[in-house]
């Protein structure tokens, strides 16, 4: 959507005139990489903890975006987002402050994209898949349906060492569910045999 990769474009550019690392996750990602669906928002994640805040904000400023709270500090310091609206489009932004060992190795596995004359960062198809395995939600999981129907190439060794790590702490077999989501994906539907 035209509206949304021009604003894809704005903060990218914006954030790498800072040196703030960042890649695009979500809605906007899985329409790279699977089938469409209808998306209303855009998720990044930064390269930062929560203590960049003001860089974060210093960066944007001019880029046509408003906090969507009015307690900025407090929220992000609970929740670790940073809410934001861009004011011309009413398009909604969270900015995800992270810094974790995975997600350091995540942004470092980033892939730029060509959008509208700039260049944007979207998380990898890998990362993107662990993303949706651990959040679980219906929708996650139709989506990465979507990914493994059209991306059937991928490092399968550094997903399921991160599914591995993520099921401990979850304690959940984030392997096993993964399998049965592909396994899923991959068999066809029942045939009607009503005729």
Known sequence: IPMFQALLVKLAAALDKASIPYMVIGGQAVLLYGEPRLTRDIDIT?????????????????????????????????????????????????????????????????ISVPLQGGLVRFVSVEDLIIHKVVAGRPRDLDDIRGILARMPDMDESYFKKWLRSFGKTLDRDLTGEFRQIRAAAVTPPPRDRTL
């Open 46 to 110: 930064l390269g930062h903890d929560v203590d960049a805040l003001k860089n974060v904000l210093k960066a944007l400023e001019g880029s046509g975006l408003n906090a969507a709270t009015s307690d900025i500090e407090r929220f992000a310091s609970e929740t670790h987002v940073l809410p934001l609206v861009e004011k011309a489009t009413g398009i909604r932004v969270d900015l995800i402050f992270s810094f974790s060992e995975y997600e350091r190795e995540a942004l470092r596995r980033a």
